[in-house]
């Protein structure tokens, strides 16, 4: 699963959370300092846009991803299909 890393706009220090989660309007605490954060679109705190940012770009390439492998699913059935082929006929 993908995530992402956020740095705390109060104390600085970096953690990471899952890009799914990484929404607008998600809330989250610092596990360090425990000053909850608020993920919107619009933030003016730079820390939250590179985060925000970075969660939407990696959603996007987990989506790529999962379309790349429902479509190479069929692909390798038809190879494992016909390899089973071939090896019926050479036991007959």
Known sequence: ?????????RCKNVFRDRAARLQDGYSRQ?????????????????????AMRNARKARKELREAEAMRR???????????????????RED
């Not at 699963?1 to 706009?9: A, L, P």
């Not at 610092?30 to 000053?35: A, R």
């Not at 679109?41 to 590179?50: G, T």
């Not at 390798?76 to 090896?87: H, I, K, L, V």
């Open 1 to 9: 699963m993908g995530s992402v890393q956020i740095q705390c706009t």
């Open 30 to 50: 610092c596990p360090s300092c425990e000053v909850v954060l608020f993920f919107a679109e619009d933030s003016q705190h730079p820390f939250v846009r590179r």
């Open 71 to 89: 479509a190479a699913p069929e692909s390798r059935m038809a190879r494992s299909f016909a390899g089973r082929t071939q090896s019926a006929e």
